[in-house]
């Protein structure tokens, strides 16, 4: 049990006002919360610990009134949120203090969905993160600017949030996208004990549809690689992103971006794909080492692989942003019809080696699929030459 009680600590100078503080002990540990109400020393009944109202001295009546409903309102807020956080299981008096002052379990969606964002930027999820900020920028917009309490998530409202999407033009699997970020929070806020589980997204379209292909063929890998970039730098470097990403067979930027010189070893490169937590091994081919070896002198005192971050606190975001726009400026180079972005490396060496004849479970199994699942409850896991070979088959196509 935790042990709750407003407590008057009076000014150093007399005749001043004092503050209200709220002490709290919970196994022993004591922890103070200061509030913003202040009083003078004859307005406070230390023996009752209340606020004692004198209805004639009419100038600080109103003023009182006003301290005391505030301060019953965030007692209320303190004794449910104790409530909750017992029904949960153990806590420490500094986690009831962290989540008073942060008011992530107020019961207000937006509150605990910006808790939600801040902790998967702790763990190193900014694309998640990002996704997580447009989708609740979009259902603010909706809601006007206003929170919403999450037990007033329900399964009209939704459905008026998803007719609202249609009319602003936002195609369906941006509309699932979003309505699949909301549900996740709102599932999350059901299993703090923030909500009783209502089922609010039943009835809208959260699935995924086919997107326009995103590869690009043989002869545009090629036109690429041999395209004269000598007068701008910054587009060269994007351009050899590109091609490592290709070459690596399918790399994302993010894992691109933290690659050490470390993760090479006798000629393989090893790494974890950061978004399905996968342990990947790739043979260095001779054009591989190539883009390493042009960039060499800039990362030289550094761990990095590839100059694309040169702290550990540099903004990955920022990165790819400008990686996306270059790549759009090399597009208009190549006079492309569809731009190349940081996706299109991936496509265009799963589908060139598709076209080679190159077993689609080899494919998935290079590029780190997970979402093979059937096919590998019935294939082992295949030999690294296999899947190396498939790449330099690839390779060798541009």
């Known amino acids: 049990m935790t042990s709750v009680k407003i407590k008057f600590r009076p000014s150093h100078v007399s005749h001043k006002e004092g503050v209200l503080y709220i002490q709290l002990i919970h196994e022993r540990k004591v922890k103070q919360i200061t509030t913003h109400f202040r009083l003078l020393p004859t307005e406070w009944d230390r023996k009752k610990e209340t606020i004692i109202v004198d ?10 009134i006003e301290i005391k409903k505030g301060l019953e309102k965030e007692m209320t807020f303190l004794n449910n949120l104790i409530d909750l956080l017992e029904r949960r299981g153990s806590y420490t008096v500094d986690e009831l203090f962290s989540f008073y002052r942060s008011r992530v379990l107020n019961g207000f969606f937006f509150v605990f969905m910006d808790y939600r964002i801040k902790q998967l930027i702790q763990k190193g999820q900014e694309k998640t993160a990002s996704i997580y900020k447009t989708a609740m920028k979009s259902f603010r917009t909706f809601l006007e600017g206003e929170d919403i309490r999450i037990e007033k998530i329900e399964s009209k409202r939704m459905e008026q949030y998803e007719s609202w999407l249609k009319k602003k033009g936002v195609v369906p699997n941006s509309s699932s996208c979003y309505m699949r970020v909301l549900r996740a929070v709102y599932n999350r806020a059901v299993q703090e004990g923030l909500a009783t589980q209502n089922y609010p997204f039943r009835n809208v379209y959260t699935g995924i549809g086919r997107t326009a292909k995103r590869a690009v063929d043989k002869s545009v890998m090629i036109h690429l690689k041999d395209l004269d970039l000598s007068t ?14 290709f070459y690596t067979r399918g790399m994302s930027f993010v894992d691109m971006a933290h690659l050490k010189k470390s993760n090479i070893k006798n000629g393989m490169l090893y790494y974890t794909r950061s978004k399905t937590k996968q ?12 883009i390493i070896d042009r960039y060499s002198r800039l990362t030289r005192n550094s761990d990095w692989l590839l100059p694309i971050l040169y702290t550990e606190k540099d903004n990955y975001s920022s ?5 996306n726009k270059r790549l759009k400026d090399i597009s208009r180079l190549l006079q492309l019809d569809t731009p190349l972005t940081s996706y299109v490396s991936r ?6 080696a ?3 004849g190159i077993p689609i479970q080899v494919i998935s199994e290079g590029m780190g699929h997970e979402n093979e699942k059937t096919t590998r409850i019935y294939l082992a896991s295949l030999d690294q030459n296999l899947i190396d070979q498939a790449n330099s088959q690839v390779i060798s196509l541009i």
Not at 232 to 245: E, G, I, N, T
């Open 55 to 64: 209805l004639n001295r009419t100038e600080r009546c109103p003023y009182l």
């Open 232 to 245: 701008h730098k910054r587009l060269a470097f994007s351009r050899d992103l590109f091609l490592f990403s």
């Open 279 to 290: 342990n990947l091994v790739i043979k260095v081919e001779e054009s591989i080492q190539e």
């Open 319 to 323: 990165a790819l942003r400008k990686y």
């Open 347 to 352: 496509h265009s060496w799963a589908s060139l």
């Open 354 to 356: 598709k076209r080679t």
